[in-house]
């Protein structure tokens, strides 16, 4: 009886153990697929307009901000997360913008350096990625709160999902306005609408993907 009820309880144990970790696999699962669509940055939180509007004339563009964009959220998830119990609460905020202004500062050189033609195409809008709600308000809402890996997953998850929707709203730009997408000629550029490389464009698209992505998500 007491071999059995040892048994018993043994197993139990063990069932527990592998629940828990199974849940804890699943959390982490959701916080790395959360930003690609059910959370995506500039399609349903509405984050990062600026660049979304000012640099996606064409897919190449789209995704070039959108992976400096990544890698300045992935790296100051990072830092906040590493720093989060010894930075007071009166100064966290300026406390993260130096960290994302650091950061931007650093993606600037690297891009100015290996890929200049790209870094010349985005402009200003490069340092501006300091500025991006999106990295304040990740380090905000999530790395402040949470260990480094559940914080690296949150910025990779969000960081793709921001790329994703920029390169997506580039190519559908660049192929209505000149019939190319990545430089690949897809329909005579003559049947092209010059609108959508244009400013007013971007705000066109923009408004349908968006529609679009919502009309996805609530059917």
Sequence with gaps: MNFELHFFVTQNSKFKIQNSKLKKMNSNVKVLTNGLLKENPLLVLLLGMCPALGTTSSAIDGLGMGLATAFVLVCANIVVSLIKNITPDKVRIPVFIVIAATLATVVEILMEAYVPALFNSLGVF?????????????????AARNNVFRSTL??????LGFAFALTLLGAIRELLGTGNVFSLSIFPGSFGMLIFVLAPGAFIALGYLIAFINKLRTT
């Design 126 to 142: 490069i340092p501006l990625i300091a500025c991006n709600c999106i990295i304040l308000g990740r380090s905000e809402a999530f």
């Design 154 to 159: 949150d910025g990779v998850g969000m960081g």
